[in-house]
């Protein structure tokens, strides 16, 4: 129950606002000038102060500025019949929340409370969103420090409390899972599950199975029952990652699950209750996706309630080095000794494209950190360890062998997959991404080419 402190000094408002405050749910406390109002206020805890504006001993304004300049931290909200704009516009450079002009509504009086205490827990929820993801094991990537990123907190807290399903869009590596972990960490659900699938890692015909499960003797090798992902995160969270790749058989499935909040296992024939919260997202436009055809309207107005935009690094410079100094920060406690990047190597990684954006940004700083074995980095660091090898190019083989068209795509295309892998370390993502393709498309050649 938030407590409210009542300032005026008036005895019939004092008592009407206390009758109308606690039938409301509010603990009220009142005091008929602003000094002994002042005593009180730095005295106990108070979550909001109504305070009028003209008082004896101490005036409204002067009550404001002392009790802030003496720490007080509860939100004030002014009432004066007095003044009119300019009183209010003096209140709030004063650090008043909000300013309520006299005679007012009973409802005004209030909705103004209920609006101040959602301001207050939103501020907190982000504040400790933010400590959250300092300390947490997922904060990789999370660096708020341009105003893009900013807004995409202020976002995440809002959203966090309520079950809404959150599209989360953006290129690939901007940090998607990790802004869906800190949905969930931050949510009623934190003590759940949180469990992410990426939609275009899992071959089509074992996607059905491994989200809604399957029975025994569903298909050949099914030896016994199998909860699936849904199941599987029933009281947390399920992040549906790479969206857009959903084949479309799923999609219709899938909707049916975010209208009914029921799945079926694969050979199955009765429904199973499910209490999961759907994060989805990609690196797609599924707005384009849904004018090819390739992905259900439907579908994407039911996940579409909140879209939370991550931009590229390019687009939010100001958070690459900080970025770079979480990294080394992270990379200097699991190597063992100092690392840093110098002030030059600090510069030239802000000028620097990134179309990997976060994620290639730490493994630039990781791949730096382990060849160079420098406590230091330097430009030259980055530069000589991050420069992948060029591939042969096609009508090379062609001129070695007299090999056919076909053959010398297929080396070719071989050899632009070995170089696009090997530049990011294994990241089978990040590589699709450079080769512009999808990562199923990915995985299909690695098998076709025997790159296991």
Same mark, same amino acid.
């Given at each position: 129950m938030s407590r409210v402190l009542v300032v005026d000094d008036e005895p019939g408002l004092r008592q009407s606002l206390g009758l109308l405050l606690g039938d409301a749910g509010y603990q009220v406390v009142a005091e008929g000038d602003g000094q002994s109002a002042l005593s009180r206020a730095i005295a106990e805890p108070f979550d909001l102060v109504l305070c009028d504006v003209r008082m004896p001993r101490l005036g409204g304004i002067d009550f404001l500025r002392a009790y802030r300049e003496r720490g007080g931290t509860a939100l004030v909200i002014?009432?004066? #019949?007095?003044?009119?704009?300019?009183? /209010?516009?003096?209140?709030? $450079?004063?650090? #008043?929340?909000?300013?309520i002009p006299k005679p007012f509504r009973p409802d005004e009086v209030v909705l103004t409370l209920r609006k101040a205490e959602e301001r207050e827990r939103l501020r907190r929820e982000v504040a400790g969103l933010r400590a959250q993801l300092d300390r947490g094991p997922e904060a990789r990537a999370l660096v708020a420090e341009s105003q893009a990123m900013r807004s995409a907190l202020d976002l995440v807290a809002r959203v966090a409390e309520h079950r809404t +399903?959150?599209? =989360?869009?953006?290129?690939?590596? +901007?940090? $998607?899972?990790?802004? #869906?972990? #800190? =949905?969930?960490? /931050?949510?009623?659900?934190a003590a759940g599950p949180f469990i992410a699938v990426n939609c275009a890692a899992i071959p089509e015909n074992l996607l059905e199975s491994e989200l809604f499960g399957h029975v025994r003797g569903a298909f050949t090798g099914a030896s016994g029952d199998r909860a699936g992902l849904f199941e599987q995160a029933t009281g947390g969270t399920l992040l549906l990652d790479e969206i857009g790749e959903l084949p479309l058989a799923l999609q219709a499935k899938l909707l049916r699950v975010l209208q009914e909040g029921e799945i079926r296992r694969v050979g199955d024939t009765r429904t199973r209750r499910i209490d999961v919260r759907i994060v989805a997202a990609t690196a797609k436009d599924l707005e384009a996706e849904v004018r090819d055809g390739r992905f259900r309207e439907d579908l994407y107005y039911r996940l579409n309630v909140v879209t939370l935009h991550l931009p590229p690094l390019a687009d939010r410079r100001e958070d690459i080095i900080p970025l770079s100094r979480h990294f080394t920060a992270r990379l200097q406690r699991r190597l063992g000794h100092p690392l840093q990047c110098s002030a030059r190597a600090e510069t030239w990684l802000e000028q620097q494209a990134w179309p990997g954006n976060v994620r290639e940004l730490e493994h630039a700083i990781e791949r730096a950190a382990v060849l160079s074995g420098k406590t230091e980095l330097e430009p030259e660091d980055f530069q000589s360890s991050s420069r992948p090898p060029v591939p042969e190019r096609a009508e090379s083989a062609t001129r070695r062998g007299g090999v056919t068209m076909k053959q010398a795509s297929e080396a070719a295309e071989r050899q632009a997959i070995e170089a696009a892998i090997a530049a990011v370390s294994g990241n089978r993502r990040e590589a699709a991404k450079r080769l512009g393709v999808s990562?199923?498309?990915?995985?299909? $050649? =690695?098998?076709?080419?025997?790159?296991?």
């Open positions: 002014m009432m004066s #019949a007095y003044g009119g704009e300019d009183a /209010a516009l003096a209140a709030m $450079k004063e650090g #008043a929340y909000d300013y +399903t959150v599209l =989360i869009t953006g290129p690939s590596g +901007t940090g $998607k899972e990790v802004i #869906a972990n #800190a =949905i969930h960490r /931050a949510s009623p659900r990562l199923r498309t990915l995985f299909y $050649k =690695i098998r076709q080419y025997g790159l296991e």
